[in-house]
């Protein structure tokens, strides 16, 4: 497919860009927050995406980018603050690239993503406005803002002294800012930070080969739940999970991809699965089989699907631990399952329901194509990035229409947000 011709800039723009193209500093007014975090500000119509801005601010900022269509600029003032400004909580907060919203109180942080998410729907996915006015959007979903995240990454290093750090990337740089708390974690994650050097430096001198990053995870969020780290570290064992959801166990360990928010995985899980029954199911992307348990509840056969072996052999391990013997999964690239490449069934036409859950990237041509073929009589999905859900939802609501949107602050203090979309095939 040819790429699509842009657009000659019109005389006004040709302006703007050669005035700007004289001007390192700007004082700007913020207007709004869009997807990512990024504060908006417009200078002569030209779009200004300024981090760790605030809605209502008027800042002095120094253009660090500039495009035909937008710019980009750094807060070298804050001259006047917004109403939803303050004073980050987290010491790491303006050199760290974790988190983006601290700058912002915690009761608008949720409002504001949601509205950035519905925007991006509308202008990028190019889905039929009325089928958007149409659709339910629920009411968002929050639950604890801070000691919420049940497992991390962190990544380790040597300065040239010998010392050992961990901690997280600066924003938009390789370089490492070491920490020794970070307020998003859980307790017992969070605790474990200022050990971690040490551990680190007793497991190299008895041998063991010093890793560029240590996943964590935990089972909950008390201050003594368990922690397991994959490497195993010292006093931190390796090994599996197991935590109680809607009634059944499910297991997993540090390597694998979890939902990270402790204290929303059960309404995450209700939203998803729904109220909805039917005799075949199929769980796309289905990691450990998070979403798959409360499919078995629902539907007579359940095909969970995973790529990742590790998360494959724990799926496997939940069917088992709660005796679903109507539940299977099937290892292999999600590309080439749904169209039986792997040897499986694929997805087919007939399914009463698919579920997707795809990394950020979201759902590739090949799958997109093979949900419309397939044709289910319902489709659900879970996103973390609403761009990509946006591009997918286009295609899709071309055979499908939209019933409902809920948002989830899966990442509060950060600019992430998971959505879970229920369609239902037209027709």
Same mark, same amino acid.
């Given at each position: 497919?040819?790429?699509?011709?842009?657009?000659?800039?019109?005389?006004? $723009?040709l302006?703007?860009?050669a005035?700007?193209?004289?001007i390192?500093?700007?004082?700007?007014?913020?207007?709004?927050?869009?997807?990512?975090?990024?504060?908006l500000?417009?200078?002569?119509?030209?779009?200004?995406?300024?981090?760790?801005?605030? %809605?209502?601010?008027?800042v002095? /900022?120094?253009?660090?980018?500039?495009?035909?269509?937008?710019?980009?600029a750094?807060?070298?003032?804050?001259?006047? /603050?917004?109403?939803l400004? +303050?004073?980050? %909580? &987290?010491?790491?907060?303006?050199? &760290?690239?974790g988190?983006?919203?601290?700058?912002?109180e915690?009761?608008?942080?949720?409002?504001?993503?949601?509205?950035?998410?519905?925007?991006?729907?509308? @202008?990028?996915?190019?889905?039929?406005?009325?089928?958007?006015?149409r &659709?339910?959007?629920? *009411?968002?979903?929050?639950?604890?803002?801070?000691?919420?995240?049940?497992?991390?990454?962190?990544?380790?290093?040597?300065?040239?002294?010998?010392?050992?750090?961990?901690? =997280?990337?600066r $924003? $938009?740089?390789?370089?490492?800012?070491?920490?020794?708390?970070? %307020?998003?974690?859980?307790?017992?994650? *969070?605790? +474990?930070?200022?050990?971690?050097?040490?551990?680190?430096?007793?497991?190299?001198?008895?041998?063991? !080969?010093r890793?560029?990053?240590?996943?964590l995870?935990?089972?909950?969020l008390?201050?003594?739940?368990?922690?397991?780290?994959?490497?195993?570290?010292?006093?931190?064992?390796g090994?599996?999970?197991?935590?109680?959801?809607?009634?059944?166990?499910?297991?997993?360990?540090a390597?694998?991809f =979890?939902? !990270?928010?402790?204290?929303l995985? *059960?309404?995450?899980s209700?939203? /998803?699965?729904? !109220? =909805?029954?039917g005799?075949?199911a199929?769980?796309?992307? !289905?990691g450990?089989?998070?979403?798959?348990?409360?499919?078995?509840?629902?539907?007579r056969?359940?095909t969970?699907?995973?790529?990742?072996?590790?998360a494959? $052999?724990?799926?496997?391990?939940n069917l088992r631990?709660?005796?679903? @013997?109507? &539940?299977q999964?099937?290892?292999?690239?999600?590309?080439?399952w #749904?169209?039986?490449?792997?040897?499986?069934?694929?997805l087919?036409?007939g399914?009463?329901?698919?579920?997707?859950?795809?990394?950020?990237?979201?759902?590739s041509?090949?799958v997109?194509?093979?949900l419309?073929?397939?044709?289910?009589?319902?489709?659900?999905? #879970?996103?973390c990035? %609403?761009?990509?859900?946006? +591009?997918?939802?286009?295609?899709?609501?071309?055979?499908?229409?939209? *019933?409902?949107?809920? =948002?989830?602050?899966?990442f509060?203090?950060?600019?992430?947000l998971?959505t879970? #979309?229920?369609?239902?095939? @037209?027709?």
């Amino acid at each position: 497919m040819p790429a699509p011709r842009r657009r000659p800039l019109s005389a006004e $723009r040709l302006e703007t860009l050669a005035a700007l193209a004289g001007i390192s500093r700007l004082e700007l007014t913020i207007e709004k927050v869009v997807l990512g975090g990024d504060g908006l500000a417009r200078w002569r119509d030209l779009p200004i995406f300024v981090p760790r801005a605030a %809605p209502g601010d008027v800042v002095k /900022a120094r253009i660090t980018e500039r495009r035909p269509s937008y710019a980009r600029a750094e807060i070298e003032q804050v001259i006047s /603050a917004g109403p939803l400004r +303050r004073e980050a %909580p &987290c010491p790491f907060y303006a050199r &760290c690239g974790g988190c983006q919203l601290q700058h912002i109180e915690d009761e608008a942080q949720l409002g504001l993503k949601a509205a950035a998410a519905l925007e991006t729907l509308r @202008r990028l996915g190019g889905i039929d406005p009325a089928q958007l006015k149409r &659709c339910v959007v629920e *009411e968002p979903v929050a639950g604890r803002r801070w000691g919420y995240r049940v497992r991390a990454q962190v990544h380790v290093e040597q300065d040239e002294d010998g010392a050992t750090g961990v901690g =997280f990337r600066r $924003r $938009r740089s390789h370089d490492l800012i070491r920490v020794d708390r970070c %307020p998003v974690l859980a307790p017992a994650l *969070e605790a +474990r930070l200022p050990e971690l050097p040490r551990l680190l430096d007793e497991g190299a001198q008895a041998g063991q !080969a010093r890793p560029g990053r240590l996943s964590l995870a935990t089972d909950g969020l008390e201050e003594d739940s368990l922690v397991v780290s994959a490497p195993p570290l010292g006093v931190l064992p390796g090994g599996e999970l197991e935590i109680e959801l809607l009634g059944r166990r499910l297991t997993f360990d540090a390597r694998c991809f =979890f939902q !990270a928010h402790g204290g929303l995985l *059960e309404a995450l899980s209700r939203s /998803a699965v729904g !109220a =909805f029954e039917g005799e075949t199911a199929v769980d796309l992307y !289905a990691g450990v089989g998070f979403f798959t348990l409360g499919l078995a509840d629902r539907y007579r056969s359940v095909t969970a699907v995973e790529g990742e072996s590790m998360a494959a $052999r724990y799926a496997r391990n939940n069917l088992r631990l709660n005796g679903l @013997r109507h &539940c299977q999964v099937e290892r292999g690239a999600i590309e080439s399952w #749904v169209d039986g490449r792997t040897g499986g069934e694929g997805l087919r036409p007939g399914l009463d329901r698919v579920l997707v859950d795809p990394p950020r990237v979201g759902l590739s041509w090949n799958v997109r194509r093979a949900l419309l073929r397939a044709a289910p009589a319902r489709l659900t999905y #879970v996103s973390c990035d %609403p761009a990509t859900l946006a +591009r997918d939802l286009g295609e899709l609501t071309r055979d499908f229409d939209l *019933e409902s949107i809920t =948002f989830f602050d899966i990442f509060p203090q950060t600019a992430h947000l998971e959505t879970v #979309v229920q369609l239902r095939r @037209r027709g």
